[in-house]
């Protein structure tokens, strides 16, 4: 009998950047994950025409593959069943898309990396985004999440947010 995966949703406003390596980096290791598999996706309230290609560029710097994608708009994924929805808005300026088709939700604020243009700046800004990314992805993976209620994953995801480096 195979248990279904368990699923996550990754939203922010463009759909370009924060979301888009998070999905990535959910994506390649909940596939990976011994203790059952994850699913990803990725959403925005204002989707970007594309990805940014610093997100790719910096993915693609940790073996991630993720040329090809495009943003989606957060209708486009509404109907579908999630157990987690997390937001990646930074707090301060944007509106972050709300999901209620999710068992739980998590806000995990960071500084929107496409903010940045000049290219060396622009890196810098995403990979900090990405080590950010990087490190709650890995606490959260680790945790039981299938036998989780949604208030006990809420509450773990935000206690991975607070203990995580700022970005």
Same mark, same amino acid.
């Given at each position: 009998m195979s248990v279904a995966p368990f699923r996550i949703l990754v939203l922010c406003t463009g759909n370009s950047a924060r979301s888009q390596i998070g999905e990535a980096l959910f994506a390649v290791r909940g596939a990976q994950r011994a203790a059952g598999l994850v699913e990803a996706e990725s959403a925005g309230s204002r989707p970007? =025409?594309? /990805?940014? $290609?610093?997100?790719?560029?910096?993915? =693609? @710097? @940790?073996g %991630?593959? !993720?040329?090809?994608?495009? $943003?989606? @708009? /957060? *209708?486009d994924v509404m109907a579908q069943p999630f157990d987690l929805a997390i937001t990646v808005c *930074?707090?301060?300026? *944007? +509106?972050c898309p709300i999901f209620p088709n999710?068992? +739980? @939700? /998590? &806000? !995990?604020g960071l500084p929107d990396p496409a903010d940045h243009t000049e290219p060396e700046a622009a890196r810098g800004a995403f990979a900090i985004a990405y080590a950010s990314?990087?490190?709650? /992805?890995? =606490?959260?993976l680790a945790l039981p999440l299938e036998s989780m209620s949604p208030a006990e994953l809420s509450a773990a995801a935000?206690? %991975? &947010? +607070?203990?995580?480096p700022a970005a």
């Open positions: 970007a =025409a594309r /990805v940014n $290609p610093f997100a790719e560029e910096v993915l =693609a @710097h @940790h %991630i593959t !993720w040329s090809g994608r495009t $943003p989606k @708009h /957060v *209708d *930074d707090n301060a300026r *944007d +509106a999710a068992r +739980a @939700h /998590v &806000h !995990w990314l990087s490190a709650r /992805v890995t =606490a959260l935000a206690q %991975i &947010h +607070a203990g995580s």
